[in-house]
Structure formats: structure tokens, C-alpha cells
């Protein structure tokens, strides 16, 4: 498996794991020491705390759920010239400093 794509994944401003975009499909995956810390939390109730990665060969309803939608969608895309379809690009660009307790920072691979 081939790693195109890469981000990290904060919650309340701590790293909580890490959502990749690969050759086969999407993986998220909460790391370690965040799952060891006091009082960890699930980024989303439908990616419930767990040692092993989650795989999925679209983008996890969650984090889709992030990207803007609308005419702040439309502006998103003009202005980072993303295709609308890119959603794992989007993801990228549009959550860094997403509403609520979760933010995306892309990572190099």
C-alpha cells in the first residue's frame, strides 16, 4: 500500500491520529501516546477509540463532514484550485482551523 497522502488529526489541539489516502483507500488511525494519555477522546462517535487503523474506500463520513459546504465550498475550490471531487484535498485546505474541536494539518510524505 502506497501512501499518496497524508495529515495529521487534532482534538482539542492535541495530535489524536493521523488519516492517510493511499493507493487502495483511506485510513485513519489514532495514535498511540494520544490513546495512552488521560481522558482520550473519540474524534467522532463514529470512530470510536481503537488501537487499529480504520480503512474505507471513500472518505470517512466524518471527515467529509468537515469540508465546507455551499458557497464556502465554491470559494474553496477557486481559490486553492481544487477540484470539488478532490475531497481528501479539501479536507486538507478547508480544516485547518475547522469549527468545533477538530482540526487537519497535512503532513509531508
Not at 24 to 34: R, S
Not at 72 to 85: E, H, T, V
Request: with cysteine.
Amino acid at each position: 500500500m502506497i501512501v499518496l497522502r497524508q495529515a495529521d488529526v487534532f482534538a482539542r489541539n492535541r495530535l489524536a491520529g493521523c488519516i492517510q489516502e493511499t493507493d487502495e483507500c483511506f485510513c485513519f488511525a489514532y495514535n498511540p501516546v494520544y490513546l495512552a494519555s488521560e481522558n482520550p477522546g473519540a474524534v467522532s462517535l463514529t470512530l470510536p477509540l481503537q488501537t487499529e487503523p480504520y480503512t474505507s474506500h471513500t472518505l470517512f463520513p466524518f471527515f467529509d463532514g468537515l469540508i465546507p459546504e455551499g458557497w464556502p465550498l465554491s470559494i474553496a475550490c477557486r481559490n486553492w484550485k481544487i477540484d470539488q471531487a478532490n475531497r481528501f484535498g479539501l479536507l486538507m485546505v478547508a480544516c485547518r482551523d475547522c469549527i468545533g474541536n477538530v482540526s487537519i494539518q497535512e503532513v509531508d510524505v
